[in-house]
């Protein structure tokens, strides 16, 4: 241990000892004298304290909220997104807000490619009416709507064909789209065919 701590513990110690025996000499001296006045500790029950009282606000606590409501309607979050292909491009229903009420999209390749493009389209509308508001950032995926349309019919062909194999109804539906067969397998989209045709709010 250096020198300077011994001596700064020392000194630390020292004042410990001689706080320590003046706190209880001074507590000492009180203890058993009569002649304290205890009029200010003994208040009753009916008295109010200090920050408190029976209508629930203390002293400064006489705030008073008041909440504005207002007519805009909560933006919608979409729970079963929809899809819609332009041009290559894929985009997912995001919300739906706005009078009149508007689709806003973004960019199915906004995990894969970190695409941030954005469009809106007003509801019921039509794909003409569709508008970019914010660029893509990779080139439009040419057999896109074909990819997309082979698997909305693979999906309604599943239900349709109850009595058909699951290798059938694909094998008939890739005949019709070819393009996407070839980037769709069937061991890849076998187990949501299944799913699909067990359930048919999907």
């Known amino acids: ?11 630390v110690e020292n004042q410990e000892e001689t706080y320590g025996s003046e ?46 409501t207002s007519e805009k309607k909560p933006k919608k979050r979409m729970n079963a997104r929809m899809r819609f292909v332009v041009d290559g491009f894929v985009y997912h229903n995001n919300v739906i807000a706005g009078t009149p009420p508007l689709r806003y999209l973004g960019c199915a390749e906004f995990k894969r490619a970190g695409c941030r493009a954005r469009a809106s389209i007003p509801v019921g509308g039509t794909l003409d009416q569709l508008k970019v508001t914010k660029p893509h950032n990779h080139p ?7 990819r997309y349309e082979f698997v909305k019919e693979l999906k309604s062909a599943v239900r349709s064909m109850q009595n058909a194999t699951l290798k059938k109804v694909y ?20 187990s949501s065919l299944h799913r699909w045709r067990c359930n048919p709010h999907l």
Do not use: C, R, W
């Open 140 to 146: 439009p995926d040419i057999n896109a709507e074909e």
């Open 23 to 68: 706190t209880l000499d001074d507590t000492a001296q009180g203890v058993g004298d009569d002649t304290e006045d205890f009029s200010l500790m003994e208040t009753g029950d009916d008295e109010p304290h200090p920050g408190t009282s029976g209508d629930g606000t203390g002293d400064g606590q006489d705030v008073k909220f008041s909440i504005e």
């Open 1 to 11: 241990m250096e020198p300077y701590e011994q001596s700064n513990i020392e000194s």
């Open 171 to 190: 094998e008939t539906i890739a005949e019709i789209y070819p393009s996407g067969a070839e980037e769709i397998p069937f061991k890849s989209i076998s």
